[in-house]
């Protein structure tokens, strides 16, 4: 019973994720915020979920190879989302694509040689 409240617990988190993430890509006014909220969307939210799977299948029995697949899902969002986001909003800064407000510190401006 407290493990089905654990799980839950997690599903429930991993929803709040999803629907403030999508409620942040709705509302941010340039590319750059709706990049930051999709990745929270796909990190935060799927790491949640993944969780939940984790602790369900500990306590279902299930084999290992089942904790073996979840954990490197597990390992490969949490590696690819923030990397392949950082990618995407370099793209966008080097195609000329601006922010809706003035940057207050431009490290992607130090990045470019000319």
């Known amino acids: ?6 799980v839950d617990i997690l599903l429930a988190i991993g929803l709040f994720f999803l629907i ?3 409620l942040g890509y709705i509302r941010m006014p340039d590319v750059f915020g709706r990049l930051q909220a999709s990745t929270c969307i796909a990190t935060l ?3 949640a979920v993944v969780l939940a799977g984790i602790v369900y299948a500990i306590v ?3 084999e290992v190879i089942a904790y073996v697949k979840l954990g490197l899902i597990l390992v490969l969002i949490m590696g690819t ?3 392949s986001n950082h990618a995407l909003c370099k ?3 080097k195609m000329g694509i601006k922010p ?3 940057l207050v ?6 990045d470019e040689v000319e």
């Open 1 to 6: 019973m407290a493990v089905r409240i654990i």
């Open 20 to 22: 403030v993430g999508t």
């Open 45 to 47: 939210g799927t790491i």
């Open 60 to 62: 279902d029995g299930s």
């Open 81 to 83: 989302n923030p990397v």
């Open 91 to 93: 793209a966008a800064y």
């Open 100 to 102: 809706a407000k003035e």
């Open 105 to 110: 510190m431009d490290d992607y401006k130090e």
